[in-house]
């Protein structure tokens, strides 16, 4: 690692000092920062009144004891060694934990901080734009142009984004940092760029590119003069990033979502991808998650178009590197950032999500920008010029009323999955979500169409037996017994060793006085999850009504010792437990 740069250039180069200067603590600079933290508050203030929605949020929040506990010596641990979601990301799990502390179970508090940290990370990348660049205006239009792009209101919007909105605030700021070594190499400096980056990587794996991005910036905004001393003093952060690789790995691993989909099939999404995100770039209409998409690969023919047209484009980007940098810049980082989340390492059960796109879009923004203000200066004409800015404007207010409007399809469930559904008819499980969400909501009729829908349209015998099961569940509330008890052994002959099915149906059969086929299923669900307080409860009515009073007693005392704190179920349990 270099304690000072050469500042010996090639003819046609700029030396660091020339791309580089001090901080610009200048009044537009203010003004830039301030523009940025009011259009994001403009696009995304709706979300403090939205609820926690049913993807995921559940499992990292609502129902984790361990975030519920706050941030406390055992959930703090927990955090550190926990797989939970088949990811290893203590970061998050402590951030989540500390708006547990600070805001309780209010949804509003933990949007809050995802909108605070998507304001941080824009504020980073502008500041570090413009030290690389000089150019406030133009950092403040791909700051803006970032910000407030319809793409990125999954990660802002939705609460279990937490790991990415936190990992790219560390990525922006690792940029900063960077840009500041550039200035004045030091260890102290490098040190800074080291922790930010680690710090991502605690929050995320999708930062392991950003060595590979730090070495695009050194060409271009930068304009380091090549050498391989540029790649060595990066190993330090290669080595860091190579070895949060093998920690996803192992943790995707463990959690059983790496994908077992033939690398024939994925290696055809993977071409055809790149171009699908491009298309939701420039036109982001019809957004939603989570975006199962084509799960079988697509076709030869279209692989190789895609292929063919992203190797034509480097080529490009390639023989005009000398007149448009920032395309070639742009285009590949566009190309390197995505690696992680695109199909070619086998992780993850989404092939395309609009979470993945905060750091691609990045380059691509960037490219653009510049273009446009070159295309705005080699024009002699006034007119055209006026009217290249007039429609820059326009894009962005677009943008805007269409990030305001994305925003609401995360205001609760049912607004969530009726989009999905909205977008995509056939989606696998969003039928089956949104007559959950109803049924939550106490709309049981409602909800039954939609799981007979689900029903229909599941890929797999794992997602219908949930489909299956949940309409057990809306026809049980609607005291159609009979109807119910067959939905649940429909999805118990599908996914047998899920304990939900088991139990609700021991306690139909129960409602139907078949006493010793409610008590097998009952005993089935308890020797699948030994700690389900309610299976307990159910089992202690039919030994009850069986008239074997000590078993049925000492499931009552099993159920509410179980069962949470001062809970309706620990409290009939003992109720019930003190009658025999």
Not at 131 to 145: E, F
Not at 191 to 219: H, N, R
Not at 559 to 572: D, E, G, H, V
Request: glycine share 6%; aromatic share 10%.
């Amino acid at each position: 690692m270099p304690e000072q740069e050469s500042r010996t250039v090639p003819s046609g180069r700029r030396t660091n000092s020339q791309v580089i200067g001090q901080p610009l603590f200048s009044l537009p600079l203010i003004v830039a920062v301030a523009i940025v933290w009011c259009a994001i508050a403009f696009v995304y203030v709706p979300v403090l009144s939205f609820e926690f929605v049913s993807f995921d949020d559940p499992t990292y929040v609502v129902t984790n004891r361990h975030v519920q506990m706050g941030l406390t010596p055992t959930s703090i641990v927990w955090a550190w060694t926990t797989g939970e979601m088949s990811n290893w990301h203590p970061l998050t799990w402590l951030s989540l934990q500390l708006d547990r502390q600070l805001y309780g179970n209010w949804a509003g508090g933990f949007h809050l901080t995802n909108g605070l940290l998507h304001a941080l990370g824009c504020t980073g990348l502008l500041l570090a734009l413009v030290k690389m660049t000089r150019r406030v205006d133009l950092s403040l239009a791909v700051v803006l142009l970032s910000a407030v792009h319809p793409l990125h209101v999954e990660s802002v919007a939705w609460v279990s984004e937490r790991k990415g909105i936190l990992s790219t605030c560390f990525w922006m700021w690792t940029m900063w940092a960077y840009a500041r070594y550039v200035e004045h190499p030091t260890r102290a400096r490098y040190a800074w760029v080291v922790a930010l980056l680690t710090l991502g990587l605690l929050a995320k794996q999708m930062l392991v590119t950003l060595p590979l991005a730090l070495l695009l910036l050194d060409l271009w905004p930068l304009r380091r003069s090549w050498s391989w001393r540029l790649v060595t003093e990066k190993l330090p952060l290669f080595g860091i990033a190579a070895a949060f690789t093998v920690i996803a790995y192992i943790a995707q691993d463990r959690g059983g979502s790496v994908s077992e989909m033939p690398w024939a099939t994925r290696l055809t999404q993977v071409p055809v991808a790149y171009w699908l995100y491009l298309g939701d770039a420039f036109w982001p209409i019809r957004l939603y998650a989570p975006d199962m998409g084509s799960m079988t690969g697509f076709s030869i023919g279209a692989a190789a178009v895609a292929s063919l047209a992203i190797i034509v484009m480097t080529l490009i980007v390639l023989l005009r590197q000398d007149q448009q940098p920032y395309w070639f810049t742009g285009w590949m980082w566009y190309l390197v950032t995505f690696l992680p989340v695109i199909g070619i390492i086998p992780i993850g059960v989404q092939w395309r999500a609009d979470r993945y796109t905060d750091i691609p879009l990045i380059g691509i923004i960037m490219a653009t920008v510049w273009m446009f203000d070159s295309a705005i200066r080699s024009s002699a004409q006034a007119g055209f010029r006026r009217g290249a800015l007039m429609g820059g404007g326009l894009v962005l207010v677009t943008l805007v009323v269409l990030a305001h409007r994305q925003t609401y399809v995360w205001e609760n469930s049912v607004s969530l999955w009726t989009n999905t559904i909205t977008c995509d008819p056939d989606h696998p499980t969003a039928a089956v979500n949104l007559g959950k969400a109803l049924l939550e909501r106490g709309r049981i009729a409602d909800a039954v169409p939609w799981f007979e829908t689900g029903v229909e349209v599941a890929r797999n015998d794992q997602t219908r037996a949930v489909a299956h099961y949940n309409l057990g569940l809306a026809l049980f509330e609607l005291r159609r017994i009979p109807e119910s008890i067959a939905q649940y052994e429909a999805a118990i002959q599908l996914d047998e060793d899920e304990p939900e099915p088991h139990n609700n149906l021991g306690n139909a059969l129960y409602v139907t006085d078949r006493l010793d086929s409610a008590r097998t299923h009952l005993e089935r669900a308890i020797e699948l999850r030994p700690d389900y307080a309610i299976a307990y409860y159910n089992l202690g009515n039919v030994l009850s009504a069986q008239q074997q009073s000590a078993p049925a007693k000492q499931a009552y005392q099993q159920a509410s010792k179980l069962a949470p704190q001062s809970s309706k179920l620990q409290q009939r349990a003992l109720q019930k437990a003190l009658s025999l």
